[in-house]
């Protein structure tokens, strides 16, 4: 049975879609609450490395910046990033595909 209403809700891919199609209608809002812990996990670990890539490290080579200035804006990035990696993995490794 394709749920359409729960399915239109979901802004995801093709691949996606085709599997919520599988499910009934109370799995699919299951998987849609899973997929979206899931690609918001991803989405902040992308989000984390590019202040890390784009703003900290630039500010740490800059020898205008202190240190403690750019410790103090970005005080555990880097525990983040892991963090949140780790959140998405056990996140994928619950998937009932």
Same mark, same amino acid.
């Given at each position: ?8 809700a ?8 085709? %599997? ?5 209608q *109370? ?8 997929? =979206? !812990? ?14 890390k ?11 205008? %910046?202190?240190d403690?200035?750019?410790? *103090? ?8 990033? =892991? !963090?949140?990696?780790k959140?998405?993995?056990v996140?994928?490794s619950?998937?009932?595909?």
């Amino acid at each position: 049975m394709c749920c359409q209403l729960i399915t239109t809700a979901c802004y995801y891919t093709i691949w996606t879609l085709f %599997i919520l199609q599988e499910y009934q209608q *109370l799995e699919c809002a299951l998987m849609c609450i899973y997929l =979206e !812990l899931f690609y918001t996990e991803l989405t902040h670990v992308r989000n984390l490395k590019v202040m890390k890539h784009v703003f900290c490290q630039p500010m740490k080579e800059d020898p205008a %910046i202190p240190d403690d200035f750019v410790t *103090l804006l970005f005080p555990n990035i880097d525990d983040m990033i =892991e !963090l949140h990696g780790k959140s998405a993995a056990v996140v994928y490794s619950c998937n009932h595909f």
